[in-house]
């Protein structure tokens, strides 16, 4: 019965090692810190849903006319915006997307 206990004891230790190697632990700076925003948000330009903090955060007056002219609904329940936009991107390159194409994608 001992032997047996430790066979599986010997098995779990060679398995946890095994996939300690194979899945290293994410690097500290994937990993949220202290303060960070995990909130998933989506991108205003794939549509695709990520915590805040792994993304791109832009926030800048816009007018109400350049908000409707990027084809953005505005919506009248936001009172507290004031005229500033708070746009959301996956990473630099959708945001750098968003703003030279005017394409607006709601789900690609
Ligand atoms: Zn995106």
């Known amino acids: 019965m001992l032997a047996v206990i430790i066979v599986i004891l010997i098995i779990w230790a060679v398995m946890w090692a ?7 632990r994410a690097p500290k700076s994937m ?4 303060g960070d925003v995990t909130t998933p948000r989506q991108c205003d330009f794939c549509g695709n849903s990520l915590a ?3 993304g791109v ?3 800048k007056p816009v ?3 350049e908000i409707s002219a990027a084809g953005l609904a505005v919506s009248d329940s936001g009172s ?8 959301f991107f ?5 945001q750098a997307d968003f703003h030279g194409g005017k394409t607006y994608q709601a789900d690609a």
């Open 80 to 87: 507290d915006m004031k005229g500033h936009k708070e746009l």
């Open 52 to 54: 805040e903090y792994r």
């Open 18 to 24: 095994f996939y300690k190697f194979m899945y290293p």
């Open 31 to 34: 990993m949220p810190k202290k």
């Open 57 to 59: 955060l832009e926030t």
């Open 63 to 65: 007018s109400v006319e």
């Open 90 to 94: 996956c990473n630099y390159e959708h």
